[in-house]
């Protein structure tokens, strides 16, 4: 069995509009909702074998706070390969991820992350898989689960959608994209 959690950065500042996509940093709701979604994971017992994540400022930061929240340091590697990168391309770093790790979290960006999530979820509760039809907002969090023993066999409407969770979901206040 293996669990792919896909986490989207935070929401990102658009207050320098010369500044490069790469360096946004994040908001002031983005540095609210992170740490809550770290509280989130936490609370739920998430583990992960490895975290892969975008080396854009936002995702970093998002990173460092959903951290600051969790607790405690995850086991992370940049992968540049994951900066604005389609489904297709994300799915090739899966099929590429080590067979001895069963849990890994990527952080990164739309639009292939939901793109990612409709491509392999499968099944799942009806409110779940509505949610992921509609919109994957910043900072959500959707973990799929694949019965199967390799990476390299997941595969496209194979997995099964666990979580689809919303900042807006655990407090009203952190509403928005």
Do not use: C
């Amino acid at each position: 069995m293996k669990s792919l959690t896909l986490l989207r950065h935070a929401k990102a500042s658009w207050g320098e509009p010369s500044q490069r996509d790469f360096d946004r940093p994040l908001d002031e709701r983005g540095r609210r909702a992170a740490p809550r979604m770290g509280l989130y994971l936490r609370t739920e017992g998430m583990r992960f074998d490895r975290v892969v994540v975008s080396p854009s400022v936002r995702t970093l930061e998002t990173l460092a706070l959903v951290e600051e929240g969790y607790g405690s340091k995850f086991t992370e590697m940049e992968d540049e390969r994951v900066y604005l990168a389609s489904a297709d391309s994300l799915l090739s770093l899966i099929h590429d991820l080590p067979d001895e790790w069963d849990s890994v979290m990527f952080v990164g960006h739309n639009p292939g992350f939901e793109d990612l999530g409709l491509l392999l979820a499968g099944t799942g509760p009806d409110r779940l898989m509505t949610l992921l039809e509609a919109f994957l907002p910043t900072a959500a969090v959707m973990e799929l689960e694949f019965d199967v023993d390799n990476w390299a066999d997941v595969a496209a409407g194979e997995g099964v959608l666990i979580r689809f969770t919303r900042p807006v979901d655990l407090d009203a206040a952190l509403d928005g994209d």
